[in-house]
């Protein structure tokens, strides 16, 4: 399987795998020599991913292969909400969600810039596809 298929079947199954508030505060963003970066929104959740990763790992290894060797957690930007104290992800960073049409010319762009720039990062590669489909539409 590619990495780019990897990374959106983890991002399309997301708060299936990680439950509750945790599935809402984080998001995968990067996956590479089956390591998965993950964004998180806010110390405690920072805290409960790294409480939760080994049973996080064991749920994807179910799902996906090859299997996740480790979680990285990166915190993503918290700012207060007008009027109130409730933490709020910001977008920067998480990719636009594209309509299953486009994920199919998403995929084939990306095997094409991996095929003609093999030492290419692949996660490099999924945001120049994206960026690609997303200007072509």
């Not at 590479?32 to 749920?59: C, H, W, Y």
């Not at 709020?88 to 299953?100: D, E, M």
């Not at 030492?119 to 960026?131: E, F, G």
Request: with cysteine.
């Amino acid at each position: 399987m590619g990495l780019c298929r990897i990374l959106r079947q983890l991002e399309s199954e997301w708060r299936s795998i990680v439950k509750g508030s945790l599935g809402e505060r984080s998001a995968p963003v990067s996956y590479s020599d089956d390591v998965l970066t993950v964004s998180v929104r806010g110390p405690a959740a920072v805290q409960d991913m790294n409480f939760r990763k080994n049973a996080i790992m064991s749920e994807i290894r179910s799902r996906v292969r090859p299997a996740v060797r480790d979680i990285k957690t990166h915190s993503a930007g918290v700012h207060r909400q007008a009027g109130g104290h409730t933490p709020a992800a910001s977008q920067a960073g998480r990719p636009k969600k594209l309509p299953a049409a486009d994920e199919k010319k998403v995929e084939a762009i990306c095997a094409d810039v991996l095929a003609r720039h093999g030492d290419m990062d692949p996660n490099l590669a999924l945001i120049l596809a994206r960026c690609r489909a997303v200007s072509e539409s």
